[in-house]
């Protein structure tokens, strides 16, 4: 049987509005064959992880501008893990600084795109790392 | 008739003979890339040469004219801006109040001419410091304002008699435009003498930037509340800036950044006289714009001038203004954050002073110039010193500031200048069409189409059929790395502080009263402005006023169309 559909979710959490980065790739996400839930902006890690976990996705995409990833990407991780859903992924994307990807590694964000990362390479890093949970 | 028939003639013979010659060249030696792809950012089609029979239906009196008169192509002021260059306002905001107005006096002490207030996310969207929904926020993207004592510490020193101050503020702008009116009268200034903007543009949010509180048809009629409030009390404020920014910052082309501003303000004429029954004329002249200045620079200057001629067009003939200040569009820019990059972050400067040289060929009344580190983090003092000395340079060195309007009678600029005014008509007629831009924003018209633009545009730059340097042409393998301004944590720590310390002193009864009073206005469809002064005089913070709306109108998601 073939393998089933990725399914993805792309979420902004806190109260940023910056969206283009978010709805930019929910729609790419969208062409390259993965199943996409779009939260619209302003979700709370609460929200965003219960959203996932009812969803029944495999990725968590967080997108942030605001420079409250530091807070908030952690946070959603955390949600999950709390909620029994360690094996959501979670990668996120935004303005973030250099310095702080390792922090966010720590934390459990597995991967950080920032801007100049094509689309492509987006979509080509989630096919090589991320499998449709059992 | 633009030209005289024997020009046009002769025009057509030696267009031919240069048509032969291109002809001949291009077959020896093809142009550099195909002709579609020599186009605009927006992805407008630019032709190879321009000539008279491109502007040949022009009619002088009608579509070009002189400035100060109708259509306003060239220009509202008639001295252009020798009598006064564009006001140099820089929008800043950082940390707290305090931090904010040192960098507020350090502008004004290094040439700005106005100042702009940039508000933390908390505070844009009507919540206090503390509340669980804005923690990891405070002061990040601009300055925490919880209360009045806030608002007063970000004042402190400002003649506000004298110095004008624009505030982007939405979904609470009565709230904090309150607290200005209250600073004011504290200061002994009375509210007549005071003058600036709020942001207040609820139709773009909804559109783009998304700050969003209550749903669109009360957030439009609190918009209405403040511009009758201003047109009785406080006539030199713009109680509206009608912003194409964040539209085009949200990925729109510059017709769609023009066509949906200038709906949007449509929109709020039309509430204005339905909901208010106030005369046009009596609060057209203070409504104001804002537009973003792009990379692409005949474009953006085409689209500035087409913007004042379609605005004069609307407000004489589809409003029925009299008075030609209702006809001007007045606006301030901002240069373009999102063609800024943060591979080789120098490079920005450049980018940022060429979009400030069209916004200022364009005709802006007021300028904001983007920090070459704003793509990373919020500016600093260095980075925005370079910034406001760009709009320095250009205004007092280039000589571009000598003669009005420079570019007019170019058959390209004219011509695109056309294209772009009959592009914005067609959206503002399907607007039409569809009921107003509520009604457009409720079917989410205006958000899909600029989500296509966005992602058509980022295709493109991935295929390297537009080009951003540094990040898909000339990339360089080592990243130079540049000082960063953080926020420390302890900004929200000792912000919350302050808002239990004015918590515990004020009079927690007459709060209560005061949004009892404005809870019971906005039911009863009263202005809100004169109960909000009151509440944020007796130390109401944002959030509890916010909550007032949020209670009473509701509160609006983001559906999260893609």
């Known amino acids: 049987m073939a393998e089933r559909k990725l399914r993805v979710m792309v979420a902004k959490p806190g109260l940023d509005g910056h969206d283009r980065g978010a709805r930019v790739l929910a729609r790419c996400f969208r062409d390259a064959g993965f199943e996409v839930i779009y939260t619209g902006c302003h979700q709370t890690p609460e929200q965003i992880a219960a959203a996932a976990i009812q969803e029944d996705v495999d990725l968590v995409g967080l997108s942030c501008l605001s420079g409250a990833h530091r807070y908030l990407f952690p946070a959603v991780k955390k949600q999950l893990v709390e909620r029994g859903a360690d094996d959501i992924m979670v990668i996120g994307g935004g303005i973030i600084p250099d310095q702080d990807f390792q922090y966010l590694y720590d934390n459990g964000i597995k991967a950080i795109f920032t801007p100049g990362a094509t689309l492509d390479s987006i979509v080509e890093w989630i096919n090589n790392n991320v499998k449709p949970r059992e | ?562």
């Open chain 2, 1 to 562: 008739m633009y030209f005289a028939a024997e020009v046009l003639e002769k025009s057509s013979v030696l267009r031919q003979k240069w048509e032969d010659e291109v002809r001949r060249v291009i077959a020896k030696n093809p142009d550099q890339k195909p002709d579609h792809l020599w186009s605009t950012v927006s992805d407008l089609k630019i032709k190879r040469l321009y000539g008279p029979e491109d502007i040949k239906d022009m009619d002088f009196e009608r579509d070009i004219g002189y400035p100060g008169q109708f259509p306003f192509l060239r220009g509202n002021q008639v001295t252009g801006y020798r009598g006064k260059y564009w006001t140099f306002r820089m929008f800043s905001g950082m940390g707290d109040a305090k931090t904010t107005n040192a960098r507020w006096h350090l502008l004004l002490k290094e040439g700005q001419t106005g100042l702009s207030t940039a508000f933390d996310f908390p505070t844009l969207m009507g919540y206090d410091t503390d509340s669980p929904k804005a923690r990891g926020e405070c002061g990040k993207c601009g300055v925490a304002i919880d209360t009045l004592e806030d608002f007063l510490t970000l004042v402190d020193g400002i003649p506000l008699d004298r110095v004008t101050t624009s505030m982007t503020i939405n979904p609470p702008a009565t709230a904090l435009w309150a607290m200005y009116c209250a600073a004011a009268d504290l200061k002994g200034i009375p509210l007549t003498k005071i003058g600036g903007t709020i942001q207040n543009d609820m139709l773009k949010e909804f559109i783009a930037q998304k700050t969003l509180m209550c749903p669109p048809e009360p957030s439009v009629k609190l918009i209405s509340d403040t511009v009758e409030f201003g047109t009785k009390y406080v006539p030199k404020w713009n109680t509206i800036s009608i912003s194409g920014y964040h539209i085009r910052e949200a990925g729109s082309t510059a017709v769609q950044e023009l066509a949906f501003t200038l709906r949007d303000g449509m929109e709020y004429v039309e509430d204005v006289i339905r909901r208010k029954g106030l005369d046009v004329d009596s609060f057209a002249p203070r409504l104001s714009f804002f537009f973003n200045s792009h990379i692409d620079f005949f474009e953006e200057i085409a689209k500035m001038r087409a913007a004042r001629r379609i605005w004069a067009k609307a407000m004489r003939d589809r409003y029925k203004a009299k008075d030609p200040r209702s006809w001007w569009m007045r606006f301030h820019t901002q240069t373009a954050g999102c063609s800024l990059t943060a591979q080789q972050p120098y490079n920005n400067v450049i980018r940022t002073a060429t979009e400030a040289l069209a916004a200022v060929l364009g005709g802006t009344q007021s300028l904001h110039t983007n920090s070459l580190d704003e793509v990373l983090c919020l500016p600093s003092d260095h980075a925005v010193q370079i910034a406001l000395r760009t709009q320095q340079i250009i205004a007092e060195e280039t000589g571009v500031a000598n003669t009005i309007d420079p570019l007019a009678g170019s058959y390209f600029v004219e011509a695109l200048t056309n294209e772009m005014e009959e592009k914005a008509w067609e959206y503002i007629h399907k607007i039409d069409e569809m009921g107003g831009m509520i009604a457009a924003i409720e079917k989410g018209f205006p958000q899909l189409e600029i989500a296509d633009a966005a992602y058509k545009f980022q295709r493109q730059i991935d295929a390297g059929e537009k080009i951003m340097i540094g990040v898909n042409k000339y990339v360089s393998e080592v990243q130079e790395p540049i000082p960063l301004v953080e926020i420390d944590d302890r900004v929200e720590i000792e912000q919350i502080e302050r808002l239990n310390a004015v918590r515990r002193k004020r009079d927690n009864k007459a709060v209560k009263r005061c949004l009892e009073d404005l809870k019971n206005a906005c039911k009863k469809g009263e202005n809100v402005m004169p109960y909000c002064i009151e509440a944020v005089k007796n130390l109401a913070s944002v959030q509890e006023i916010c909550d007032v709306y949020r209670e009473v109108y509701g509160e609006y998601r983001d559906p999260g169309l893609y």
